[in-house]
């Protein structure tokens, strides 16, 4: 390069990390999402005739928090502090009384969300097979569950999960789902699940604790496009929506922390909420404990506790992100010999003798450059084709 320099990604899906990787990192999941959603990459197109539901699963109260609720209408009415709160109002979230909010069980349930999702997914083919009528082995034979789904920090911290879930035929989006598997039989089966499913935590200061699901379900039917009238669920939206907090971590919650601690000194000169901080400090504080080691809280404060993946799928859900990773480097390749075909004909050897780490991030020059390249107003959520 003229400066001396490569520049290649870093590949950081966080955008308060690195806007450019996140922003690839985002439209590969909107291409991942839709794929599944009504075909491509891969996938069928038949899957958009499947059963498709937009599930939200939330964590459990940990203790009263400012909030908006809403009345007839949409209509905000006071939080149970006697405020009626802006939608940008930094209480929101907040504990009415930090002293009373149960922090271990809300750093521990970030904890442990990880396994709970993975359970709630066993219960959710135990509860559709058993609304068919069917074995465990003979369901198999019969149809597939298969889902993605992200996770997102809420206000007070508590990680929720988004999915996408699908019923298939017993090859996945290949074959058609039998007769009775339905939309209305899923949702029935995903609120029987969630109400299910246990997973046992520890026992702290004589306190056992058991984490499930909050009582806040949301499980909504999948319409394509031409269906939508202001109020279906469309698969564009859901596609975007996913993909939207496939890029954010922790931050939406703590304001400004995206990477781990040294030292939990560090926290008084960050920028963050009191709420926030003592989640940090708990996670840190429950981190030294050797019953507690399993859980690495403390390479996980940052993150309030959560360890577990932001986005995954079922196998047989759409494609990866690593095919969709292969089809853009292949049609780079593709455009750069045909910007240059005599070179294919060139036996050349290429040499690399020696690379050295130069930094992170952009020079000014390269800074102004990307800056003047950013796409028009409107346009940036236009989604990404490899």
Known sequence: MPAGQLLVRCNNRRTTRCAACAEVYRRDTFQL?????????GVPEQVGTHPRVFATLTAPSFGPVHNRPTGPAGTVRPCRCGVRHDQNAPALGTPLDPDTYDYDAAVLWNAHAGPLWQRFSIY???EVAKRAGLSQRRFRQHARVSFAKVAEYQKRGAVHFHAVIRLDGPGGGDTPPPPWATAELLT???RAA????RV???VIDGRAHTFTFGRQLDVRTIRSADFNGGQEVTERAVASYIAKYATKGAETATGALDRPLKFVAELARLDISDHARRMIRTAWALGARKDLEHLRLRAWAHMLGFRGHFSTKSRRYSTTLGALRDARAEWRRAQAAAAAP???SEDTTYVLAHWVFAGTGL???EAWLAASLEP??????EPFHA
């Open 33 to 41: 999402i839709t794929s599944g959603l009504r075909g491509g990459k």
């Open 124 to 126: 959710l083919r135990r």
């Open 188 to 190: 029935d089966a995903i």
């Open 194 to 197: 969630a109400a299910k499913v």
């Open 200 to 202: 046992d935590g520890p």
């Open 342 to 344: 005599e070179r294919e």
């Open 363 to 365: 020079s000014d020059a």
């Open 376 to 381: 028009a107003p409107g346009t940036e959520g």
